[in-house]
């Protein structure tokens, strides 16, 4: 497949995505907008900080690492040996799921069970829709690295806006279900995922007369599962050697994006209901970031990894790909400074009305305003991270990953503020702080994309 061929479905997936996305977080961004007004803040924060960071942990340190080496090269290969190795995040998941679940119910402080019920069912029931989720993993990178643009956005925001529907009736009408609601509306939200997946691939592969059977490695559903392939070999050691590069540096990764999270819920530096406050606008603030930015670097991502060999120089490389590779880098990083700078400049101005809008009284009244002017600088280091990391991952060799593991070391090397250790502190701490905390972590990162 040529380079230009490459792009060309990669600008298709990264638009195809931003347009439905944009469509679908408007739906999701009303019905959040109307839960809120029926929620007390320390739920808010058990549910998007406690619950949901055991949740996302659970899901990086099982599948990101895998995600990224079976992402790396082209289509030609050994799908089977790649297909078996991403089932072994199934495993990975189980354990992290029970580990990290033994932690938060035992090691961590557990919540008022008058102020917020019900919270082991909580613990339990986000790990196992983690655990439930990495079972449509297969699948997942099937369907990216073969380019089919609407799947994911289809499936993710269908998925998405159901479980709003669902937390919205639960909330009117059982609200003294406490963390029972958003405890099954996770799971609903996993399963749903997942069988969006199942069944188009099911469908696909039930229809002969489909022209994307054509591209695809595996012609029946009972393909997708483990089985031996004819070699004898079960996995791709050098897709696995790989992998553990890359959990090597996922774990660190995990750290800089939930940092503020992970010293909320292991330092108690702020109760549960200043972190629903800082949670609500940490995703007021990122919003755009998930909408503009996430989609390119996904789908860039594959891009990159199709035209470049993975670890080759470059003057060794068909000079064509390099240049169509050089050209999309630099529009990249140009519509990421744009869009950044737009997005820092109107969010100092409007952000105590986006947050009376969004929540009321509740978020524009106290340190939301300045949390979320803050947050707008924030995402202008995201916008350029974004985009060179997904460039620096897909051209690295394995060797390099492992350097570059050292470099984003020294990012998190950087220490908690004083005022935000319980040892020292004297005065309550400020959220915007742990923000800045967080916008100096990723400037480190920054500087490691060479």
Known sequence: MGSQEVLGQAARLASSGLLLQVLFRLITFVLNAFILRFLSKEIVGVVNVRLTLLYSTTLFLAREAFRRACLSGGTQ???????????????????????????????????DPNVVPHYATGVVLFGLSAVVELLGEPFWVLAQAHMFVKLKVIAESLSVILKSVLTAFLVLWLPHWGLYIFSLAQLFYTTVLVLCYVIYFTRLLGSPESTKLQTLPVSRITDLLPNITRNGAFINWKEAKLTWSFFKQSFLKQILTEGERYVMTFLNVLNFGDQGVYDIVNNLGSLVARLIFQPIEESFYIFFAKVLERGKDATLQKQ????????????????????????TVFGFAYSQLALDIYGGAMLSSGSGPVLLRSYCLYVLLLAINGVTECFTFAAMSKEEVDRGQENHGRAVDLDVPTEHKPATRTRPPRLHGILSHRQAQLLGVCTCHK
């Open 77 to 111: 290969r050994d799908w089977s040996q790649t297909l078996n190795l991403l089932w072994l995040t199934v495993p990975l998941g189980v354990f992290w799921s029970l580990f990290l679940g033994w932690i938060w119910l035992q090691l961590l402080e557990v919540p």
């Open 320 to 343: 064509e790909d390099v240049a169509v590779a050089a050209a999309v880098l630099e529009s990249l990083l140009k519509l990421a400074l744009l869009a950044g700078l737009t997005i």
